[in-house]
């Protein structure tokens, strides 16, 4: 007879665990690690994503969305992100990063002036190549399979928006030239801090490449929410999960709340609507009392669920 597995312990967890993801891992593996550990914890098997991929070779802010949050992973997509980056002047490798061979030398080395009076060339709205070592699909293939294989990548050009983009240290080489210097870029989805890097190195007349690269903000979520892969793996050994999990309704901070009654709530979760009301127009995460139903457009008075969130009563 076949070994029956045991019983879970808890039911399927909803939020979010927030990563700090170490350098080297991937995020497809950042989410592995959150699956593994909550089965070996004894949980329901769980749906698990991440909102928005960081490369291996960068580190810092991995939001993973468990259970009902995963219906939200999209929305983090899209989200802004703060990254803080070191850029090497002097050489421009081919994946843009520490990774590649070097493609590009440079005996130019910019002044700490030179490198502030050009950051506003790359603040606000700007055009970007995205690199050649990237996820982005040309011709139903992968950039980096491609790049990878020898063959010429031509991306085309995106549009992004770079909020805001500051120094934060400078390492000086003998007098006025600098090796390098460390940057944070708050930006907008779909922004590549490597190509970024690469244009700031060749508008300065010389090359360079990103030496580190940390997310410290991704949407709603910092620094100060995430946890260590050493941490996460507390959860198998028997951690109280809730120590580490952010509600799902944490994702949605930017979004203003719906107090709802019983009725409009148990209207909203037959996916009816619910009229008669005095909020303005736009989006809305409906609550009753402290969970959240559902995700709520309202327009001309009325709410129509955008997309609905079945999570337990607290009181059950």
């Known amino acids: ?22 350098r080297g891992l991937g995020s497809t593996q950042g989410v592995a690690a959150v699956k593994r550990n909550l089965r070996q914890g004894g949980y329901a098997k769980t749906k698990v994503g991440h909102g928005g991929t960081l490369d291996p ?56 002036s030179q490198i502030t009076a050009v950051l506003p060339q790359f603040t606000g709205p700007i ?38 983009l500051t120094i934060t240290c400078h390492s000086l080489s003998g007098g006025e030239g600098g090796d390098e210097v460390t940057l944070t870029a708050h930006v907008s989805k779909g922004t590549y801090i490597r190509s970024l890097a690469r244009d700031i190195a060749r508008a300065l007349g010389t090359c360079g490449h990103v030496t580190y690269l940390r997310r410290t903000k991704a949407g709603p979520f910092l620094e100060t929410d995430a946890i260590s892969l050493d941490k996460l793996n507390e959860i198998a050994n028997g951690a109280q999960l809730s120590d580490l999990l952010l509600p799902l ?30 909020q303005s127009p736009g989006l809305y995460c409906a609550m009753l009392d402290a969970r959240p139903i559902a ?16 999570l337990p009563d607290v009181a059950e």
Do not use: C, H
């Open 1 to 22: 007879m076949a070994d029956l597995k045991p019983a879970p312990k808890f039911p399927a967890p909803s939020g979010w665990i927030i990563l700090d993801k170490p």
């Open 57 to 112: 070779l960068a580190e810092g802010v991995l939001p993973i969305a468990l259970g009902e949050a995963t219906k939200l992973a999209g929305r983090m997509l899209d989200a802004s992100k703060i990254y803080e980056f070191t850029v090497q002047f002097g050489a421009e490798t081919e994946t843009l990063d520490t990774e590649g061979e070097i493609v590009e030398r440079s005996d130019v080395r910019p002044s700490l």
């Open 127 to 164: 055009e970007q190549v995205p690199p050649a070592y990237s996820a982005l699909k040309v011709d139903g293939k992968r950039a980096y399979d491609l790049a990878r294989a020898g063959e010429t990548v031509e991306l085309k050009t995106r549009a992004v928006t770079i909020y805001a």
């Open 249 to 278: 309704e944490v994702g949605l901070d930017d979004i203003p709340a719906l107090s709802l009654t019983q009725t409009d709530a148990q209207a909203l979760q037959q996916g009816r609507v619910v009229s008669g009301l005095p």
């Open 295 to 310: 995700l709520v457009e309202i327009q001309e008075g009325t709410a129509k669920v955008v997309r609905g969130f079945n």
